[in-house]
Nanobody, 124 residues
Framework: QVQLVESGGGLVQAGGSLRLSCAAS????????MGWFRQAPGKEREFVGT????????YYADSVKGRFTISRDNAKNTVYLQMNSLKPEDTAVYYC?????????????????WGQGTQVTVSS
C-alpha cells in the first residue's frame, strides 16, 4: 500500500515555474510507476505524465511536453513535477498517483493510489 501527499502548489504568473512534490510512504513506492494528473473545474481528470520505477523513463502528455519534467528520488520516497513556462490553461488541481502497470499508463482508473491534490493557479 502507498500513501501519497502532494505539496508545492500555489499562484504563479504566466511564464513562471513551480515544482510540485509528492511524498510517499509504503514499501511498494520504489517499485511503482508514478503518475501526475490534473483536473480543472468542470473537466475530467487529465493525464500529465509518468516516471518509471527507477526514474529512467518518463512519458508526457503532448500538452506539457517540453515544459514539464517528472523525476523521482527513491531514497527520499518522493516524486517531483517541475513545471516551466506555465500557461493559464495549466490551472488545475494536480494529483500524483501510483500504479504497478506500465509507465505508458494514462487512464486514471488504472492507478491504485492517489494523493489529495494540490492547487496550481496560473494568472495571465
Amino acid at each position: 500500500q502507498v500513501q501519497l501527499v502532494e505539496s508545492g502548489g500555489g499562484l504563479v504568473q504566466a511564464g513562471g515555474s513551480l515544482r510540485l512534490s509528492c511524498a510517499a510512504s509504503g514499501r511498494t513506492f520504489s517499485s511503482s510507476v508514478m503518475g501526475w494528473f490534473r483536473q480543472a473545474p468542470g473537466k475530467e481528470r487529465e493525464f500529465v505524465g509518468t516516471v518509471g520505477w527507477s526514474g529512467g523513463v518518463t512519458y508526457y502528455a503532448d500538452s506539457v511536453k517540453g515544459r514539464f519534467t517528472i523525476s523521482r528520488d527513491n531514497a527520499k520516497n518522493t516524486v517531483y513535477l517541475q513545471m516551466n513556462s506555465l500557461k493559464p490553461e495549466d490551472t488545475a488541481v494536480y494529483y500524483c498517483a501510483a500504479t504497478r502497470k506500465s509507465f505508458r499508463t494514462v487512464l486514471p482508473q488504472e492507478y491504485d493510489y492517489w494523493g489529495q491534490g494540490t492547487q496550481v493557479t496560473v494568472s495571465s
